[in-house]
């Protein structure tokens, strides 16, 4: 049960926890790289972008086994079933969707900074 | 309308969850965390666009004296938590003493920031750069907050003079846990307001 | 209670002293201290209608001047302060106090099987600070002094270099003052949503509409203090001279557009979610049929809020940021899509399901969705940057959020206007010409928005007070004219009908519509207590639970979780809806409205820039605040 309990938390909000550090961070690079003071430190932009962005895909994959995990534990019930057990197997369900989500919003965003990694303007 | 109201014959049994009074102050300090984002976010915007930070004849900042104000500070988050247990202990006297020991601490260290907050306002103005700008205006947050706590720690002090009922112990919760987000708050105001000078 | 039941001689006595104790002193005075949640609906109720048929005359006097070439009816000035006008009065004004303070306010704790919000006076003062803000920025307005830069305000425009007067600080302030109101009001729904839900209703059990506005508040919450910064930073460079926004003192004009759509645009969800939690309501209802992928579309309401909160740079796109932050924004604008993209499936899977009858809150849902999708195309057709670029500041723009406020927001409003209409007057709507009236408002709400796409499309640019002949845009003007009016044919036509049906309409009895939401499980309009035995709840739908229900007569007679000891509503834990303790709640108080003047004073103080003057009332509230707080509730 506690378990369940934590799992099912994980799952749905690890991928979101894992996508939000990525695009603060992928915003804070941009905004320190490409800024007269950030030019100066000269860091590698690219390397960060990436190694952030598996990272916080790793995450969001581990949310979404999290989540699978808990629905398929608690699949006999109905998603309004009773508490605890009915509600879990609500979040899971319900965050086994968000994490793919989450989880192409992550590889999306961090291919194109990757990509497009210039401080030009367009 | 509570004459109408019978006395009261239910026993109520003891609360698992939060109270609500809990819940409204976590929502707030949820609410002032972006808050101090805008304004940190906004220091760190402003500084990456800058090429000199501070601005060629404004002072770097001092390090030492804030950095021990601000250790100080979030050091007064122990009597508040002592206060905290010895009120769900029901020790009326233990929780007003730990309670006055905080305050204490942390309106002297209210009094010397606001000495060096005017100290500063003598070597360098807002209205001169944007330096100084997000510098007063997020270090007139952080000060504002702590007044407000100050408030706060008064008010219970006064309060619990008349008897600790369970309303007033979650009042003084969620006085904690707002000295506990200011005093976090309060590390990354001051490291951030330092940063010039690290 | 249905009329039509016997009730036992305890079960009256029961009532009659649950109605001693819950009711609130007549006239005037109960009103100006009501702290209960059905009246602090109706008092934003009747004043977000005024706000909205002042934003409609703007928006008729723009349309008016804008119908020919080198229009006469407004100069360039009056044009600016009507149009900043009109777009703050719709959203800051109408569209949120409605759906928040109106239908969440009366809705949310009768969904939840509650007596009350969680915190009734806090409540209270949200209704007065809206009203002391809303007043303030109209009396600009009225002076000549409106907001003129436009509802988002851009520097280095809105600074007193090029904007002198007070125009701006009534902005700023108003705008300041404005989100008090929202910030206590969103933190007492999620209080309430969190803790005063009934027994039973765990969080898989409650109703969509209450995801719905725990997605709406929780967004608030993040997305208000964003704003208050940036106004705050703008007020300090223009009363005291501060640097946030001119590049010559360090500062940035771009800080002012992250500050502004960091918060901006979560709020265009905060605009359109409560609407889908109004139409996840109507749908079930009368499709009969619950809600298909339930859990998903619960989710899909959280989700397109939290997502809202990464996608704000999408509004920058033609200022010249970096590349690299271009495409990562646009990345993250592609995926918010998603989630409004299943509720729209499950809505219309769930009408095809079921077995619908098309009364007029269907209709005007089945308005909302045309709008939706449409509306929602040309949205992620900005995600593409190119696109974007080219139609920034052009009538294209001005095309899709209102296809989306419009369609996608005002819509369900209307729509959930005669829905709950039953249950609040206790009187049906005239149903045949409530269908006319959503045909006609459909087709001028088309007529009216649908040709701003073309005339975008041909380079008619945004927020101009007049232009050429002979650019090819003058036809589609005077088309988009006709359609304004006929579209306010339509909304009078609406209002009319509700305001005949509310002295002539049949009686409704208490669940005219067979809803599965418990706001149908009382009397129509509900007594001041809500619910004479707390109902315990074993499904998202509990009113089709029909043997529960049946139950809570039995309990009635019993006494059992009548709670009748005192002005007294349950809490239950948070995650699994446990019973865990009887709460007393405050009853009438003048502390709301005190405090909501003294704080109207002060925001008055500032403006002037008597700012001692300001402090002195500052203590005052202060002081206000002590007195709210020496009413304690009893302890057991």
Request: glycine share 10%; with cysteine.
């Amino acid at each position: 049960m506690r378990r369940s309990e934590l799992l099912q938390w994980f799952g749905l909000f690890g991928g979101a926890a894992a996508w939000t550090v990525q695009h603060g961070a992928l915003f804070f690079l941009a905004a320190a790289r490409c800024n007269p003071s950030g030019s100066r430190w000269a860091f590698g932009m690219t390397g960060w972008q990436i190694g952030i962005t598996v990272a916080a895909a790793a995450v969001a994959l581990a949310a979404e086994a999290a989540a699978v995990v808990t629905a398929l534990r608690t699949r006999g019930l109905e998603h309004d079933g009773p508490p605890p057990l009915g509600r879990i197997y609500f979040f899971a369900l319900a965050a086994s969707a968000g994490n793919v989500l989450f989880l192409g919003a992550i590889v999306l965003e961090g291919l194109g900074a990757g990509w497009w990694s210039s401080c030009g303007a367009s | 309308m509570s004459e109408h109201a019978l006395p009261r014959r239910t026993p109520r049994p003891r609360p698992v969850a939060h109270p609500n009074g809990w819940w409204g102050m976590a929502l707030f300090l949820a609410s002032e965390t972006v808050l101090f984002g805008a304004l940190l976010g906004t220091y760190w915007y402003l500084r990456f666009k800058a090429v000199h930070w501070p601005p060629l004849g404004t002072p770097e900042p001092k390090v030492v004296l804030p950095l021990i104000l601000t250790a100080i500070l979030v050091a007064t988050s122990v009597p508040m938590q002592a206060a905290l247990r010895a009120a769900r202990e029901g020790r009326l006297g233990a929780t007003r003493l730990a309670l006055a020991v905080a305050l204490a601490v942390q309106a002297t260290y209210f009094g010397l920031q606001i000495h060096l907050f005017l100290d500063d306002l003598t070597k360098f103005s807002p209205g001169g750069h944007a330096y100084g700008s997000i510098y007063f205006t997020l270090l007139g947050a952080h000060h504002a907050h702590v007044a407000v706590g100050l408030l706060l720690d008064a008010w219970f002090l006064l309060r619990l003079s008349t008897g600790l009922t369970r309303y007033r112990l979650g009042g003084l919760w969620a006085t904690t846990i707002f000295w506990h987000f200011v005093n976090a708050l309060a590390v990354l105001v001051v490291l951030t307001q330092l940063s010039p000078a690290l | 209670m249905a009329a039509t039941e016997v009730l036992g001689p305890r079960a009256r006595e029961r009532i009659g002293r649950l109605d001693r104790i819950w009711e609130e002193r007549p006239g005037l005075v109960g009103w100006l201290t009501t702290v209960d949640h059905k009246r602090i609906g109706l008092l934003y109720f009747f004043t977000t209608l005024a706000f909205f048929g002042a934003g409609g005359v703007e928006a008729l006097l723009m349309r008016t001047q804008l119908s020919s070439p080198d229009g006469h009816v407004l100069g360039p000035d009056r044009y600016d302060q009507v149009m900043t006008m009109h777009g703050v009065t719709m959203i800051f004004l109408f569209v949120i106090p409605m759906t928040t303070g109106a239908f969440g306010n009366y809705l949310v704790p009768l969904m939840l099987g509650a007596r009350d919000m969680a915190f009734p006076r806090l409540n209270a003062l949200s209704y007065w600070l809206f009203l002391g803000s809303g007043c303030l920025m109209y009396a600009g307005l009225f002076l000549n002094m409106g907001p003129d830069a436009g509802w988002f305000n851009y520097v280095p425009l809105a600074l007193k270099r090029y904007d002198p007067g007070l125009n701006i600080d009534f902005y700023a302030l108003g705008l300041i003052f404005n989100s008090i109101s929202s910030t206590v009001a969103a933190a007492n729904f999620v209080v309430t949503i969190f803790k005063l839900r009934a027994p039973g209703m765990s969080l898989n059990r409650m109703p969509l509409f209450v995801f719905a506005m725990l997605a709406v508040s929780l967004s608030l919450l993040i997305a208000l203090p964003s704003l208050t910064v940036d106004l705050v930073f703008l007020e300090l460079q223009r009363r005291l001279g501060f640097h946030f926004f001119d590049v010559g003192h360090g500062g940035s004009a771009l800080l002012w557009q992250h500050l502004f759509w960091f918060f901006g645009h979560p709020e265009v969800y905060i605009i359109v979610l409560p609407a889908f939690g109004i139409a996840t309501s109507i749908i079930p209802t009368f499709a009969k049929h619950r809600m298909i992928a339930f859990p998903l579309v619960a989710l899909a309401e959280l989700l397109v809020a939290f997502i809202g909160f990464g996608v704000w740079a999408h509004h920058m796109f033609a200022t010249g940021i970096p590349t690299v932050t271009l495409v990562f924004f646009a990345a993250a604008s592609m995926m918010v899509v998603i989630p409004s993209t299943i509720q729209i499936y499950a809505w219309t899977v769930t009408v095809m399901m079921g077995r619908p009858e098309f009364k007029a809150p269907l209709l005007f849902i089945g308005g909302f969705i045309a709008f939706f999708v449409v509306g929602g195309l040309s949205g992620i057709m900005f995600a593409a940057i190119p696109f974007d670029q080219a139609t920034t500041d052009t009538y294209f723009v001005v095309a899709h959020f209102h296809f989306i406020i419009f369609g996608a927001a005002v819509f369900p409003i209307l729509g959930g206007m005669y829905y709950w209409f039953p249950k609040v007057t206790g009187r049906l709507y005239h149903e045949p010409v409530a269908k006319a009236s959503f045909w006609l408002t459909f087709a001028g709400t088309a007529l009216t928005f649908f040709p701003m796409h073309i005339v975008g499309l041909l380079g008619m640019p945004r927020r101009v007070y007049t232009y050429q002949r002979g650019l090819g845009w003058d036809a589609y003007n005077l088309s988009e004219t006709i359609g304004a009016f006929i579209l306010t044919a339509g909304l009078l036509l609406i209002f009319g009908n509700l305001l005949w049906s509310r002295f002539r309409g049949p009686p409704a009895g208490p669940d005219p519509f067979f809803g599965g939401t418990l706001e149908w499980a009382t009397s129509s309009p509900p007594p001041h207590y809500n619910f004479a035995v707390i109902p315990t709840v074993t499904s998202p739908y509990p009113n089709w639970d029909r043997a529960d229900r049946e139950e809570d007569a039995r309990k009635l007679e019993a006494g059992e979780l009548v709670l009748e000891e005192g002005h007294e509503t349950p809490a239950s834990t948070v995650r699994d809806g446990y019973l865990d303790e009887v709460l007393e709640m405050p009853s009438e108080s003048w502390w709301p409205l005190t405090l909501g003047l003294l704080i109207t004073v002060i925001f008055v103080m500032l403006l002037l820039a008597h700012f001692v003057i300001a402090g002195i009332f500052g203590a005052l509230a202060v002081l206000a605040l002590g007195g709210w707080h020496l009413q304690e509730p009893a302890e057991a």
